[in-house]
């Protein structure tokens, strides 16, 4: 940051705050009380956001738009997930991830034996989600113009077998991020079908965004955890919690520094939703060693290795290769 922006800053932060309280809700059903924040730190004004809107994310952290995907798009990435699940296609550097608690001889080639798909860039008809328009013009509230698509995701959480292996730790995204400035990154989420907290909806700590980056690693759970779960190793427990509940097609939008997780699959049926990561293209790379994120890129790192050979691969080099522009100009990711 330049000397004239920490002034600016400064100065931001010594203005009064107006009187002013808004009542307005981040989903639905979920009611928080705020007052008019000094400024809007995290969306740009662009006519998309109404300010109630605007005002919910900078002091929740997430917003949730109803709606935002139709059925059909929803059905068309259902049917290129099950052709990758039958083995019908192999897709360039996409990562197919299983339950742990899947056992090797319940292996058939179907959706049951797959728990989530990472990287799908190279799948046109999944990477089409990255692009659509509806999506893309609320990114921009975040993001801002130049738009990079950096991680994308199909999580298809299986009915617990009892082990409590389906449930995500509470972590934060920018745990596994080597970019920054934190505000110019937004994740998009999709429910592809009814998710509630039977099946394991999201669940998301309000406000938690405001807070840094903590220590993450794998909690010490006595039936597993599934690769990459890590969970953040210390955070107040009695903060107060938001079950986003999500019908078919809805969609959130949450800062990276947001605590959220997910509870257990209590249902037969397996619970799909589909996600994307973005940021601005005018971020940078950070060097992430001798920091808390050392363990994460030792990970990836080793996974790239054995993947492409060669200890050449740097953490920065696994983003870099993933990340597609897919709106404005490639100014600097």
């Known amino acids: 940051m330049s000397r004239a922006a920490e002034r600016l800053k400064i100065v931001l932060n010594h203005l009064d705050r107006s009187p002013l309280c808004v ?44 709606g ?7 059905n068309r990435f259902r049917v290129a997930f099950e052709r990758i699940c039958r ?18 001889s319940e292996f058939i080639p179907d959706q049951k034996a797959i728990s989530k798909l990472q990287d799908f860039q190279e799948e046109t008809e999944l990477f089409r989600y990255c692009a659509l328009p509806q999506i893309l013009k609320y990114v921009e509230c975040f993001t801002g113009p130049n738009i990079m698509a950096m991680h994308t995701m199909l999580i298809n ?3 617990d077998t009892g082990k409590m292996t389906s449930r995500h730790p509470m972590h934060q995204d920018l745990h596994y991020f080597p970019f920054r400035p934190a505000d110019r990154i937004v994740c998009s989420w999709t429910a592809m079908e009814k998710i509630n907290r039977q099946n394991g909806c999201l669940v998301v700590l309000p406000g938690s965004h405001h807070g840094t980056l ?57 619970r799909k939703a589909i996600s994307c990561h973005y940021a601005s293209a005018d971020c940078y790379y950070i060097d992430v060693s001798k920091t808390s994120q050392e363990n994460i890129a030792l990970e990836v790192k080793a996974i790239a290795e054995k993947k492409y050979g060669g200890g050449f691969i740097t953490f920065e080099d696994t983003w870099a290769i993933r990340g597609r522009l897919v709106q404005g100009e490639r100014t600097n990711m």
């Open 214 to 270: 903590r220590e993450h690693d794998y909690p010490e759970w006595e039936g597993g955890v599934n690769k990459m779960y890590h969970g953040i190793r210390d955070y107040n427990t009695n903060h107060p919690r938001v079950h986003l509940e999500m019908e078919k097609g809805d969609t959130v939008f949450f800062h990276p520094l947001l605590i959220h997780g997910s509870g257990m699959n209590q249902t037969q049926g397996f």
């Open 157 to 159: 959480k299986p009915p």
């Open 87 to 104: 083995g019908e296609v192999k897709i360039p550097g996409l990562i197919v991830m299983r339950d742990v608690s899947i056992a090797k």
């Open 23 to 66: 009542r307005n809700s981040s989903t639905s059903t979920q009611q928080v009380v705020y007052s008019q924040p000094h400024a809007l730190r995290y969306t740009f004004d662009n006519d998309i956001l109404s300010t109630e809107q605007r005002l919910s994310y900078e002091e929740n952290g997430f917003l949730v738009i109803k």
């Open 68 to 74: 935002l995907v139709s059925e059909g798009d929803i």
